[in-house]
């Protein structure tokens, strides 16, 4: 996972790597929330994403938390055609921005 922050529009930008899961969960939360702050907005890149798991949904739903819940201000970005599908029958289209 590539983590890069933007300070002048307060933009944590995270480019995940082959792996959504579980076994990132560490990387996320202290990349995401372990800063105590949120930072004003969020993309969430899964171009090189080739699957994810439960543990997955489960982190963008605690960073949309972090983030400020209906203010959240979260974009995922150039997620495959399966990945998309998932979000949308979780009901993530609604909660975040796909792009």
């Known amino acids: ?10 933009c944590l930008t995270l480019q ?3 792996r ?4 990132i ?7 995401c929330l372990g800063a105590g702050k949120p930072a004003r907005s969020y993309v969430i890149d899964l171009g090189e994403v ?4 439960s543990s ?6 605690l960073l949309r938390e972090h983030a400020g819940a209906d203010r959240a201000d979260i974009r995922i970005v150039n ?9 949308r029958v979780a009901g993530f ?5 796909l792009h």
């Open 1 to 10: 996972m590539i983590v890069h922050h933007d300070p002048e529009l307060d």
């Open 16 to 18: 995940l790597g082959e």
């Open 20 to 23: 959504f899961d579980f076994s």
């Open 25 to 31: 969960h560490r990387d996320f939360h202290d990349a």
């Open 50 to 53: 080739a699957g994810m798991d």
């Open 56 to 61: 997955a949904l489960g982190m963008l739903l």
């Open 79 to 87: 997620a495959s055609g399966e990945l998309r599908s998932t979000l």
């Open 93 to 97: 289209d609604k909660l975040f921005v």
